[in-house]
């Protein structure tokens, strides 16, 4: 997704620099990186999450855009120096969505998300990381 938008932002902009016979010049401040999760850890925090009781449903995989580009630069990095990560949401109710001035978290889902997140690590220290 990131090299198409940049062709496209590439093609229009020499388009009207064309057209209104001008040169310019593009500076990239900014991108949206693509990194995939660690499945064998996703997979294990999902048997977390599954053991907890405050969890109705899990949902392993999911092609939905969830992540942000600071988090997919962190995943990046992790696996490339030979770590495992991956990207959970814990869902809750809101009140706005996110940006929003009425935005504010369910507190109750905080110690499910929390108590899920320290059995995952507690299991990778147990099994030296995940096999």
């Known amino acids: ?3 198409y938008v940049k062709d496209q932002v590439n093609a229009i902009v020499a388009g009207a620099a064309k057209m209104y016979q001008i040169d310019y010049t593009i500076e990239v401040v900014g991108e949206g990186l693509h990194c995939g999760c660690s499945k064998e850890l996703a997979a294990m925090m999902e048997v977390c999450a599954k053991a907890h009781p ?3 449903e899990t949902v392993l ?3 939905d855009s969830a992540g942000s580009e600071d988090a ?3 995943m990046e990095e992790v696996q490339r120096n030979g770590g ?4 959970c949401i814990f869902g809750t109710e809101l009140a706005a969505g996110h940006h929003n001035e009425n ?3 369910n507190e109750e889902s905080l110690l499910p998300a929390v108590e899920i997140l320290y059995e995952s690590v507690k299991r990778l220290g147990k099994e ?3 096999k």
């Open 72 to 74: 997919t630069y962190f």
């Open 1 to 3: 997704m990131n090299t």
């Open 54 to 56: 405050a969890i109705s």
């Open 61 to 63: 995989e999911s092609n």
């Open 103 to 105: 935005f504010d978290v």
């Open 128 to 130: 030296g990381g995940v």
């Open 84 to 87: 495992l990560a991956t990207y």
